[in-house]
Nanobody, 123 residues
Framework: QVQLVESGGGLVQAGGSLRLSCAASGRILMINNMGWYRQAPGKQREMVAVITRGGSTSYEDSVKGRFTISRDSAKNTVYLQMNGLKPEDTAVYYC?????????????????WGQGTQVNVSS
């Protein structure tokens, strides 16, 4: 069974930094795009940053210059380095990955989500 496990959330003061990690495990053949999304209370989930298999990145406008997404393909892991955190960054952050893997003895391509990790930024 393929799954994503996140870590690294927590409470930080405005201006501080956090690093989120997300490791994919299971019978994985290939991972395409990996990304981070967030959902604040009362708001829709939004894309924060995405990184392709080739390493190209894209960011939501409000995090450009503050957040950096990276991946370690050997470890099937994606990271989100968050600097200059603001109270408006407070949300549950979710890892997402487009994975081709072996599921119930068949090769399947699926979109997987992590369980979410809470990030709280105090003013």
């Amino acid at each position: 069974q393929v799954q994503l496990v996140e870590s690294g959330g927590g409470l930080v003061q405005a201006g501080g930094s956090l690093r989120l990690s997300c490791a994919a495990s299971g019978r994985i053949l290939m991972i395409n795009n990996m990304g981070w999304y967030r959902q604040a209370p009362g708001k829709q989930r939004e894309m924060v940053a995405v990184i392709t298999r080739g390493g190209s990145t894209s960011y939501e406008d409000s995090v450009k210059g503050r957040f950096t997404i990276s991946r370690d393909s050997a470890k099937n892991t994606v990271y989100l380095q968050m600097n200059g955190l603001k109270p408006e960054d407070t949300a549950v952050y979710y890892c997402n990955a487009d994975i081709i893997g072996i599921v119930m003895a068949s090769t399947q391509r699926r979109d997987y989500w992590g369980q979410g990790t809470q990030v709280n930024v105090s003013s």
